[in-house]
């Protein structure tokens, strides 16, 4: 978009800042469910996001996401999944 310039409304609403609402519902939606297992497979926790899992467990998105797909236990303790497991 060089050389184009936007409206003084378009750049209002561009710069709005989103309440914990919007960013929720836009998690909801956008965001890779993360489930949070014990070790015997047991469901404890799951988030909207990643971005989620990651702010509750003080470490970065890519971390979660990295242990989610590869199925290892996260700080000894846990195990992340981006799908519900189900217990047969």
Not at 27 to 34: P, V
Not at 56 to 71: A, D, L, Q, V, W
Request: glycine share 6%; with cysteine.
């Amino acid at each position: 978009m060089l050389g184009f310039n936007h409206s003084a409304d378009t750049i209002a609403k561009l710069s709005k800042p989103k309440t914990e609402e919007q960013k929720a519902k836009f998690s909801a939606t956008r965001g890779t469910s993360i489930f949070v297992y014990d070790i015997q497979g047991t469901l404890l926790n799951s988030f909207s996001s990643g971005r989620k899992a990651a702010e509750h467990f003080e470490c970065s998105e890519s971390t979660i996401m990295k242990y989610s797909r590869n199925g290892l236990v996260f700080k000894g303790h846990w195990i992340l999944s981006s799908s519900l497991i189900t217990k047969e």
